[in-house]
């Protein structure tokens, strides 16, 4: 909803009533004490006393002990599981055993010799009994032991640990790291974090000093895990994952493509995660320690119509896989990506509460399948980025990053059990402390990591203190601030109800790997760009059909399908020819939106390419591939050290070009004939399937052979299979770099 003041709120459970308890009369937070239904104690007066809420494990005796009430001589307890006694009884304790999860509100009716009643409840919160310790990394942890935790700062390359004893976050040292640190974790007495863009992995001990271990140039590592003396790095670019000792990379294994988190699963696999999903499932990998045995879990495509509470679509942005300590579940935090919406897919249009809704998925640990029935929805949230359970596993805590928000759910009733709002700019990263008192928030873009105390989770949490990540701000302000306003979705001038942000097709700047059907805009199915390398338009005109020639053309995507209501005035909006794209110049115009070009501008570097040599050189095969491209009059088009001839013929209209790849889906430009595509890059291939403006070509070999079969994409149809893969080597080490 528009407007939402900031708050925290975090809500007793109570409200869920009947139905958010398994067996239960209602659902109140763990340590309520339940509602004494008799009067104040006196002489002769009856007082009802069922106790404290407690915690039992599943298959273990509990007792109920009504022994602190007044002036009883009859006791009778109903256990609140569909059980209890039939009768009073002389005896105020009964032992039960619960042979199921969930929390039960137990009530004692207690009598007098006068024949009296008075009654009382407790609630009784029955886990499973905790067989597992989670291993698994994030963008902060907790060393318990110490009483510290650390959040890495990707843009200023350091990881901060902080004290947190005493409830208050007190500096401990900030460490210069490897460049883009992403996740950090403790192993064997030493903060280990990844960091992506020098292909590392840096060891840290307590008091700073750091070593660090090389891994193979170009694989962009990301998840860590220690498990069984080892420790476990994704490597996203290879789809690989490397195992460390001692300090040293042994060996490398084939995982996942895509592969980013890695936790460690009850029985001593590890499951790692894709990314980004195609477009059946959402998928995962659950590996041994050695890399010998594989096997793909998933998380089935929801078929559901979107609506104004639910949608449907593939999970997509699988970071880390969050196992409870009851070694019985796994919650897997995402995007909900509605691809089957659209006017040409569908009856119905993408609509700003439709298109992607964040979402958390649960699994079995140790079979891999999918609870789709319990799959959680929810409202006005995008992105749901990172997720850790209670203690005890009957709490998830899900960070919401476009809408600033942290959610509570109760896995215990499937219920929704309150909100921190206003947490900060993209929290990306959550840890508890081990007694579950306090809850750490990496607000990443406000460049805080903020401290809660969420211990009584009946009660409304409490802000405990805010602490500073880097030590500088590494970013020049007016892109600091379009990155904010690219990654947020909860400010009502970029969306409505906090659904859709920038980022969350292009999250870190990069594609979502999913084509969207557009139909509805005036355009048809649209594969997403990578933003990276293009500084903004420094490519030429923005979009496959080249209908925006800033990037402050995005004014149009904000106000319609956001939902927002603009960063430019109404006014100055409608002055002139500002309300179409390719009219009079929004530049200059509004601050935010200059600022939001600005930082889209700085995306001026493509990610290496893995398939290259380790020196940086063209393989072999792929120098071969370069003059194959020639041959084949590829440099025709994609010429240039941009490899492409986007741009303008004339002001207002585009150089485009039909290389028979247009269908029926292709749809039109801004609403009238689409007479051909924009010119793309083609630096950055290795990494952008699917392909063409319709994503209708899987693989690069597809391209250049089932959709281009008469030649009109270069002459490609009497290369040979050696040539062919000669070409497609090349085309895979394209990531900027001159050769």
């Not at 969930?102 to 007098?112: I, Y």
């Not at 100055?572 to 200059?588: E, N, Q, V």
């Given at each position: 909803m528009r407007g939402a003041a900031p708050l925290i709120l975090l809500a007793a459970l109570a409200c869920d009533g009947p139905a958010a308890v398994d067996g239960g009369v209602d659902a109140a937070a763990p340590e309520d004490g339940g509602v004494d239904a008799g009067e104040d104690a006196g002489p002769g007066e009856l007082v009802a006393e069922a106790g404290d809420g407690f915690y039992a494990i599943v298959g273990e005796a509990a007792r109920l002990d009504g022994s602190m009430?007044?002036?009883?001589?009859?006791?009778?307890?109903?256990?609140?599981?569909?059980?209890?006694?039939?009768?009073?009884?002389?005896?105020?304790?009964?032992?039960?055993?619960?042979?199921?999860?969930?929390?039960?509100?137990?009530?004692?009716?207690?009598?007098?010799?006068?024949?009296?009643?008075?009654?009382?409840?407790?609630?009784?919160?029955?886990?499973?009994?905790?067989?597992?310790?989670?291993?698994?990394a994030g963008t902060v942890a907790t060393w318990p032991a110490r009483e510290e935790v650390a959040v890495v700062s990707p843009d200023?390359?350091?990881?901060?640990?902080?004290?947190?004893?005493?409830?208050?976050?007190?500096?401990?040292?900030?460490?210069?790291?490897?460049?883009?640190?992403?996740?950090?974790?403790?192993?064997?007495?030493?903060?280990?974090?990844?960091?992506?863009?020098?292909?590392?992995?840096?060891?840290?001990?307590?008091?700073?000093?750091?070593?660090?271990?090389?891994?193979?140039?170009?694989?962009?590592p990301h998840g860590v895990v220690g498990?069984?003396?080892?420790?476990?790095?994704?490597?996203?670019?290879?789809?690989?994952?490397?195992?460390?000792?001692?300090?040293?990379?042994?060996?490398?294994?084939?995982?996942?493509?895509?592969?980013?988190?890695?936790?460690?699963?009850?029985?001593?696999?590890?499951?790692?995660?894709?990314?980004?999903?195609?477009?059946?499932?959402?998928?995962?990998?659950?590996?041994?320690?050695?890399?010998?045995t594989s096997e793909v879990w998933t998380l089935g495509y929801d078929p559901q119509a979107g609506s104004d509470t639910e949608s449907g679509g593939v999970p997509s942005y699988l970071e880390q896989v969050a196992v409870s300590p009851t070694g019985r579940l796994a919650a897997v935090p995402s995007t909900q990506a509605a691809i089957g919406e659209g006017l040409f897919r569908s009856p119905r249009p993408l609509t700003f509460q439709t298109t992607v809704r964040a979402a958390v998925s649960y699994l079995d640990p140790i079979g891999g399948v999918e609870d789709f029935a319990r799959r959680k929805l929810f409202d006005d949230r995008g992105l749901a980025s990172a997720a850790t359970f209670s203690s005890r596993g009957d709490f998830l805590y899900v960070a919401m990053r476009g809408s600033r928000s942290v959610e509570r759910l109760d896995v215990l009733s499937g219920a929704q059990a309150g909100s921190i709002l206003e947490?900060?700019?993209?929290?990306?990263?959550?840890?508890?402390?081990?007694?579950?008192?306090?809850?750490?928030?990496?607000?990443?873009?406000?460049?805080?990591?903020?401290?809660?105390?969420?211990?009584?989770?009946?009660?409304?949490?409490?802000?405990?203190?805010?602490?500073?990540?880097?030590s500088a701000e590494p970013l020049a302000e007016d892109i600091l601030r379009g990155k904010i306003l690219f990654n947020d979705s909860a400010d009502e001038r970029l969306a409505f109800d906090s659904y859709i942000a920038c980022a969350h097709c292009h999250l870190e700047g990069r594609s979502d790997h999913r084509t969207w059907d557009f139909t509805d805009r005036g355009e048809g199915l649209r594969n997403t760009i990578d933003l990276l390398g293009r500084a903004g338009v420094g490519d030429g005109p923005l979009h496959w059909s080249a209908n925006f020639d800033e990037v402050q053309d995005f004014e149009h995507d904000i106000r319609g399908p956001f939902g927002g209501t603009g960063l430019m005035s109404d006014a100055?909006?409608?002055?002139?020819?500002?309300?179409?794209?390719?009219?009079?110049?929004?530049?200059?115009v509004s601050a935010d939106l200059d600022a939001l070009a600005a930082y889209v501008t700085s995306l001026d570097r493509h990610l290496p390419s893995p398939f290259r040599a380790d020196d940086g050189s063209l393989p072999v095969e792929a120098a071969r591939g370069r003059a194959v491209f020639a041959a084949a009059g590829c440099p025709t088009c994609h010429l240039g050290e941009e490899l492409t001839d986007s741009g303008f013929e004339s002001p207002g209209v585009p150089r485009l070009h039909d290389v028979g790849t247009l269908g029926p889906g292709s749809g039109q430009r801004l609403g009238g004939p689409l007479p051909g595509i924009d010119t793309p890059t083609l630096h950055g291939l290795w990494q952008s399937a699917p392909y063409l403006h319709d994503g209708s070509a899987a693989t690069l070999h597809d391209v250049l052979t089932v959709r281009n079969p008469a030649d009109r994409h270069g002459t490609t149809s009497g290369l040979s299979a050696s040539e062919l893969d000669d070409l497609e080597a090349y085309l895979r080490c394209l990531d900027g770099r001159a050769d």
């Open positions: 009430s007044v002036g009883a001589t009859s006791y009778r307890w109903d256990f609140g599981d569909g059980r209890g006694w039939d009768a009073p009884r002389p005896e105020a304790v009964a032992d039960v055993v619960y042979d199921r999860e969930g929390r039960f509100r137990a009530f004692l009716t207690v009598s007098d010799a006068t024949g009296r009643t008075r009654t009382d409840s407790v609630l009784v919160n029955v886990t499973y009994p905790v067989v597992h310790v989670p291993r698994a200023s390359d350091e990881l901060a640990v902080f004290s947190h004893a005493g409830d208050a976050l007190t500096l401990v040292r900030r460490v210069a790291t490897g460049a883009d640190p992403r996740t950090v974790t403790v192993f064997e007495d030493r903060w280990v974090v990844v960091c992506s863009d020098d292909d590392e992995v840096d060891l840290i001990d307590a008091d700073g000093a750091l070593a660090r271990v090389a891994l193979p140039p170009a694989s962009r498990e069984g003396g080892a420790l476990f790095v994704t490597l996203s670019a290879t789809g690989r994952v490397a195992r460390i000792e001692g300090g040293v990379v042994v060996s490398t294994f084939d995982a996942i493509e895509d592969a980013r988190g890695i936790a460690a699963l009850p029985d001593g696999r590890l499951l790692v995660t894709r990314w980004r999903s195609p477009d059946a499932e959402a998928q995962m990998v659950a590996l041994s320690p050695d890399g010998v947490v900060g700019y993209a929290p990306q990263g959550l840890a508890l402390s081990a007694d579950d008192r306090l809850l750490f928030v990496d607000a990443y873009l406000s460049r805080e990591l903020v401290i809660y105390d969420v211990g009584r989770t009946g009660a409304i949490p409490t802000e405990l203190g805010r602490a500073t990540i880097p100055d909006f409608h002055t002139g020819s500002r309300d179409t794209t390719l009219g009079d110049p929004k530049a200059g």
